[in-house]
């Protein structure tokens, strides 16, 4: 039998009735058996396409090979040459809209499962090597050629602002060609989103520290409660001997429903709930001291992957009915498909074609009920989806005790406000050039405060553009 | 080298005062900034007015009242000891201009608040006139610092145990009825106080700034908690304040807002008390 006759492995999951009662991780990861067969139906193609559906170029083919022979080091070594994140991106990229989407596989049958190999070669490393008792250090991390003066400019400095997904990436790639890297985090743990956004049941919290580790052992400082913009200004940067700076500063405030009511108390906007129950571990209130409403009818607003993290966070905070409103029909829906998936098997419940005219509050201010007004689709509009119209006189009431806005967000406005000479787009984000570069000789952006809300991996790639880029301007 | 508590006083009941390392804030800081605080690992984000910065020693000073878990907590802690977490200075600073004469009012805890405010008007060539009110005689505080600093200094109690019996309203209106401009009024304290601040000096058109206490969480400019409806609009404390023209702030919606986590605030402070004992 060909490898491609070999039905795709599918990742063991626990049961929706039994995850709903935890924050525990869901998806399980692959056996070492079932992670080389899947390895071995990858056929090796002379020209892959799935290389050029990774935003940061993984030689798949490359580890695949590996793995189909057993070899989980080799794998996780070849991983590694581009990817400083592994066990993340292989839990939360969207890979069936990227390596996956291209694979030959695809075609007539299923694609291999990329991200579940990325993600079981980098769990096997880690819990290897825990086992053994070695430090992170000893993971495995290979030299990055730079342009011509490879590792003869050891103790420049570059501050990288920011420690999420885009500036980790770019710390992490920097300090493999000899830089010598501060990266400035404003929270108190780093990580981003990855820390305040994504839930544990998506993204253990102790994989995230694990994979700071790593970038922290190649080299890179790390700075946390520093807001850079109030903290410590670009200028003063440049000023303590900083010869270039990244820019990987995230989202911003949240994009508003702008309907009546919508400050009413038990309206949340996603990132504030998420960042309470992920970052604060309000779920374990009070021996963690930060507050959580905890919503018996809770409305979600939105249909990205923020807003299905939030519905299933709110579903393991105790609430009995969490339902998802949206303007468009299934078929937009912009949430991968394994959350959607997952979300219903959980008992989210999806309204679909119905949008907010007015939040209501009772008369102590607390939200008791969201108008909703239905919608039809009309024809196409700039994003290519069609145009949610709403439908006249159709307006009805829903009971709702809670209310999550996530309908994304801008970029964080503070250092575009503290820096002037940084061009800005009206929306708010940092302009730059084809190569990361801002208007500001010397400084460079990515990620969120470029893109507005995007994926973790997109940012990952604006962070190793912009590690290429300033090893240019360095030279 | 950061972090450590140096100092520790007890201004009144319940009023603490904490002199902490944070050299990188103690330089940066302005007036009417603040700063959020993260005690230990299981903490919330608390945010504080800096009551005062000595840039020379790198230090930053902190008045609070033991309200909720976190000030008890905070509360407990000596001289030595450290803060896990401290990230600031937050918030656009105060618009420190030239107007003339200058009303400064403090009520209750935010009598420590007004103090950057008061010196750096006075340093900007208006006159003071600075009133504080508390509840009673035990409460008030940094009364010599600020008369130090003040023109003049009018304190008010609820109960008349010092000062003029009544509130700082009473003295505002007095001097609104007088002949003498009044350029600003700048007010910090309960949110009743602030609102009637506002009303009074909203019928005689006189320019008011008050320094909102919303809640805050992240104090970066990203997850929306410390939003507010001021002039019809949402804005955001971390971000486009904490001061907002009182005129157009909505305290309804404040009030509201800030008895979120009622509820759970009791919870947390009986889960510390038992922690604390």
């Not at chain 1, 102590?364 to 039809?376: C, H």
């Not at chain 2, 950061?2 to 520790?8: L, M, V």
């Amino acid at each position: 039998m060909s490898a491609d006759k070999i039905d795709r492995h599918l990742m063991p999951e626990r049961p929706a009735n039994d995850r709903i009662k935890d924050f525990e991780e869901v998806a399980q990861g692959f056996s070492f058996e079932e992670a080389v067969a899947e390895a071995k139906r990858c056929i090796q193609c002379k020209n892959p396409k799935c290389v050029g559906g990774c935003p940061v170029e993984i030689d798949i083919p490359g580890f695949l090979k590996y793995l189909a022979a057993g070899d989980i080091e080799g794998a996780i070594k070849k991983i590694k040459e581009k990817n400083s994140l592994p066990a993340v991106c292989g839990r939360v990229c969207p890979q069936e809209d990227q390596c996956e989407k291209v694979c030959i596989l695809g075609i007539k049958g299923k694609p291999v499962a990329i991200g579940a190999l990325e993600r079981f070669a980098a769990d096997w490393e880690r819990e290897t090597k825990k086992l053994a008792g070695k430090p992170v250090s000893q993971l495995a991390s290979e030299k990055i050629e730079t342009g011509t003066r490879a590792y003869g400019h050891t103790g420049t400095r570059v501050a990288v602002v920011g420690s999420g997904p885009a500036g980790l990436t770019c710390a992490g790639d920097l300090a493999r060609m000899g830089y010598k890297v501060t990266m400035f985090e404003s929270l108190h743990l780093p990580g981003g989103v990855l820390s305040y956004g994504i839930p544990e049941f998506r993204l253990p919290k102790e994989i995230v520290k694990l994979e700071v580790e790593f970038v922290k052992s190649l080299g890179v400082e790390l700075v946390c409660n520093a807001l850079i913009g109030r903290t410590l200004t670009i200028e003063e940067l440049f000023k303590q001997g900083y010869k270039a700076i990244f820019i990987g500063s995230g989202a911003g405030l949240p994009n508003q429903l702008g309907v009546p009511g919508e400050n009413s108390q038990g309206v949340y906007f996603a990132n504030e709930f998420l960042f309470r129950v992920n970052m604060m571990k309000a779920y374990k209130f009070p021996e963690y001291l930060t507050p959580v409403l905890m919503g018996k009818r809770v409305a979600v607003f939105g249909a990205g992957n923020v807003a299905m993290d939030a519905a299933r966070c709110a579903l393991r905070l105790g609430a009995d009915k969490v339902s998802i409103l949206y303007r468009r029909s299934r078929t937009e829906i912009p949430a991968r498909q394994e959350e959607i998936i997952r979300a219903e098997e959980e008992g989210i419940e999806f309204t679909l074609l119905v949008a907010p005219t007015e939040i209501i509050a009772d008369d102590k201010g607390r939200v008791k009920q969201v108008e909703l007004l239905k919608m039809e689709l009309g024809e196409p509009d700039a994003s290519g989806r069609r145009r949610p119209v709403p439908v006249a006189g159709s307006e009805f009431k829903l009971d709702v005790d809670m209310v999550i806005v996530a309908i994304g967000n801008s970029p964080n406005p503070l250092i575009p406000k503290a820096t002037p000479e940084l061009k800005t787009e009206k929306w708010g984000g940092v302009i730059i050039n084809n190569e990361t570069a801002t208007s500001i000789p010397g400084v460079f952006a990515g990620g969120d405060i470029v893109r507005g809300a995007a994926t973790v991996i997109s940012a990952m790639g604006d962070g190793k553009a912009a590690a290429k880029a300033i090893d240019n301007y360095l030279m | 080298m950061s972090n450590k508590i140096i100092k520790k006083e007890k201004l009144a009941y319940n009023i603490h005062l904490i002199e902490v390392e944070a050299p990188l804030i103690a330089k940066a800081a302005k007036p009417g900034q603040f700063i959020v605080i993260r005690i230990n690992e299981k903490g919330e984000r608390v945010p504080l007015t800096i009551a005062d910065k000595h840039a020379e020693s790198g230090t930053i000073e902190i008045i609070f009242q033991e309200a909720g878990a976190s000030t008890k907590f905070l509360a407990s802690l000596k001289a030595g000891e450290y803060i896990n977490d401290i990230l600031g200075p937050l918030g656009t600073p105060a618009h420190i201009e030239k107007l003339g004469t200058v009303v400064v009012i403090g009520g209750g805890v935010g009598i420590a608040e007004i103090y950057p405010a008061i010196k750096a008007y006075k340093s900007a060539g208006n006159k003071l006139v600075t009133i504080i009110g508390a509840r009673s005689k035990d409460l008030l505080i940094k009364e010599s610092k600020i008369k130090e600093a003040s023109d003049e200094l009018h304190v008010t109690t609820d109960d008349g145990s010092a000062g003029r019996k009544g509130f700082v309203s009473d003295i505002l209106k007095e001097r609104i009825e007088g002949k003498e401009k009044i350029g600003l009024v700048y007010a910090v304290g309960p949110v009743p106080m602030m609102e009637v601040v506002s009303n009074v000096t909203k019928a005689a058109g006189i320019k008011t700034v008050v320094s909102l206490n919303t809640l805050m969480l992240d104090a970066t400019g990203m997850c929306g908690v410390c939003r507010i409806t001021v002039g019809g609009k949402t804005k955001f404390a971390c971000v486009d304040g904490p001061e907002f023209d009182a005129h157009l702030v909505d305290f309804a919606e404040l009030r509201t807002r800030l008895a979120t986590y009622k509820d759970k605030e009791k919870e947390a402070l009986e889960h510390i008390c038992r922690l604390i004992k």
